[in-house]
């Protein structure tokens, strides 16, 4: 029962089902801009003469591309027109009203004929919040980015906004983020919305579950936590697109640096800004980004849910961005040193990093990330008591949730997330006694690596 378009736009009306397809084939076309083509397009530095003929303003000279490195620090500011911020100020200023004013009804009402851009209400946007919008927007190669107030205010107004109560239907995969997999499965389901979950590699499974039904989204996390298997994006994309079904990748381990998914064929791309993004172990945040007609739809419910990020919290974001490529090539760097060094020590069973070799994901993850990731997991050659040993003798990581900051943090599972859970619970997640899960942060490996090695003799 093969479809040629998506389930949503079979149910749209006829100026809908244009609007969407037109969204379909503008966020091919974007994912495919170069940055510089992308960094006109999402940020149009552009002029009406008196003729009608659209010319370039004063747009600072660029080379032929922009990297990644500059696109965090000047996207949605100097690169682009920040229209909102009339300043000279190097920094984006924290505007902390809540209400923004019309200087007569007249303004009003070209503001409601859109004639006239303003941001009206803080719960519906923020001209602090638009910079780190635009910055990740130039960084996922993405039409349009909403920021919010956590990860998973971004992960539910996307699911709430995508698919249809009563007729949905979501496929996702048994190791995915902890909190998102409880909520598609608690949640949605009693919005009799049809829920699969799938073996994240198991490509036959996924597409018979799509040949079988509707499928109006598939959503899962690339690379996954702790045991960072990874998907592979185009191939989903393609066996999804061709029955109608969106793809929503969490990219929060990879961060958008390493890995940008909407040029691998999703169709929205979702991080916890607080990880990599931020970067500071310091502020609460979530972003979603994809192409403006799949966005703004999510944006309606995201101005009723309230999940509106504080423009102080969406400062500490631009400033965490601001250094983001920096501190992913250095945890990428010693990540990738480390795994080298403990899958060789006599004390590790097994270690679990896409960066390597012998990682059954490396192949998928070397064709479509251009790093690793500062997260790493390994099996020690002891048990639940040898590992705690482990985990206290270390003296520079804390022990702590959450990853992607400066600071490096080690945890242990079995006691951190699946302490007094069943043998039986713990197996069904892959989660033995000896696992540990470090996220590296941005000290100097020569003393992580010693650190790491004096504690091992502890156990
Ligand atoms: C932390 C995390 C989330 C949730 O983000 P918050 O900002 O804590 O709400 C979602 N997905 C992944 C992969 C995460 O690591």
Known sequence: MARSSSPLVNKASPTEQRRLLRARRSSKRVTALSPEALLDATFPVLQQDDAGVVAAATAPKRDATVSDETLAVHAGEKMGKNGAMDTDSIVTPIVSGTTHWFKSSDDLIAFR????????????????????????????????????????????????????????????????????????????????????????????????????????????????????????????????????????????????????????????????????????????????????????????????LGGAISPDAAYMTIRGLKTMALRVETQNQTSLRMVRLLENHPKIERVYYPGLLSSPWHDIANSQMTGFGGVISFEVASDLHGVMRFVDALEIPFIATSLGGCESLVQHPAVMSFWGQSDDEKAKNGIKDNLVRFSFGIEKFEDLRDDIIQALEKI
């Open 113 to 304: 004929e859109g004639r006239r851009h303003s941001f009206e209400y803080g719960r519906y946007g923020n001209p602090t919040v638009k910079v780190p919008e635009d910055k990740i927007s130039a960084l996922e190669r993405a039409e349009s980015t909403l920021v919010t107030s956590s990860g998973m205010n971004a992960i539910v107004a996307t699911l709430l906004a995508l698919v249809p109560p009563g007729a949905g239907h979501v496929v996702t995969t048994t190791e995915c983020y902890s909190e998102a997999r409880t909520f598609i499965r608690d949640k949605l389901s009693k919005m009799g919305i049809k829920v699969t979950f799938v073996e994240l590699n198991d490509m036959e499974t996924l597409k018979a579950v799509l040949d079988q039904s509707d499928v109006t989204l598939f959503y899962t996390d690339c690379p996954t936590n702790p045991h960072l298997k990874c998907i592979d994006i185009k191939l989903v994309a393609d066996l999804c697109h061709r029955r109608g079904a969106l793809v929503c990748i969490d990219s929060t381990l990879a961060s958008p640096i390493n890995q940008k998914p909407l040029t691998l064929g999703a169709d929205i791309v979702v991080h916890s800004a607080t990880k990599y993004i931020a970067g500071h172990h310091d502020v609460i945040a979530g972003c979603i980004s994809g192409s403006e007609a799949l966005i703004s739809r999510i944006r309606a419910w995201h101005h009723d």
